[in-house]
């Protein structure tokens, strides 16, 4: 599911034939459908009603979270601040038009890996079929992606940057793009 959520042509029927296979996934999707943050709650009449409902970026969200959600023993502040840098990663990059939008969450979702497994970044995402974008955004903060996921870390903590171009627009959108991604990230929680 992973790897078809990275194609950026992927239809939505083929995500929902995905996810008839996997049981799992099909009860959160219907659960995530009749959730309060969501306001559908209305009946669902098969998987691929219920993809078309959420659209595909809410389905690549609920996807990611039930990876990093299966972790025993790993606090749901963990899952709250990958869910906030995945959002905010790719706010950032819609409104400054740098690196894709899908990639851009991705790499924020999964900067958190190294703490959720406890294994050096490099080892996992060697594991995973990542595009080399992605790899390199998260192994060494390198291209675009990796400059977008460099800027979060240290937004997040509070560190203000400034110098190029490209922190120049990122500074100019940061705040306000911020706090709808913690807001988004406690809705989808």
């Known amino acids: 599911m992973l790897i078809l ?6 239809t939505l029927d083929a995500i929902a034939e995905k996810i008839n296979t996997d049981l799992g996934l099909t009860y959160r999707l219907l659960r995530l459908v009749n959730s309060a943050a969501i306001g559908m709650r209305r009946k669902v009449e098969s998987v691929p009603d219920a993809v078309r409902m959420l659209g595909i970026n809410t389905i690549r969200s609920m996807v990611y ?54 294994q050096p970044i490099e080892q996992i995402v060697g594991e ?4 080399d974008s992605i790899i ?10 990796g400059e977008i996921l460099e800027y979060l ?23 306000e ?11 989808i929680a």
């Open 5 to 10: 959520l990275q194609d950026e042509n992927v």
């Open 65 to 118: 979270l039930s990876a990093l959600t299966g972790v025993a023993g790993k606090p749901s502040a963990l899952i709250t601040t990958a869910m906030v840098r995945a959002r905010f990663a790719e706010l950032l990059s819609k409104k400054t038009g740098l690196g894709n939008p899908s990639s851009a969450f991705m790499v924020g979702l999964f900067s958190t890996l190294d703490a959720f497994y406890d």
């Open 128 to 131: 995973l079929p990542l595009s």
């Open 136 to 145: 390199e955004a998260l192994v060494s903060r390198k291209g675009v992606l």
């Open 153 to 175: 870390v240290f937004y997040e903590r509070g560190m203000w940057l400034d110098g190029d171009e490209i922190t120049d627009k990122l500074n100019a959108c940061a705040p």
């Open 177 to 187: 793009l911020y706090v709808e991604a913690v807001n988004w990230a406690e809705k």
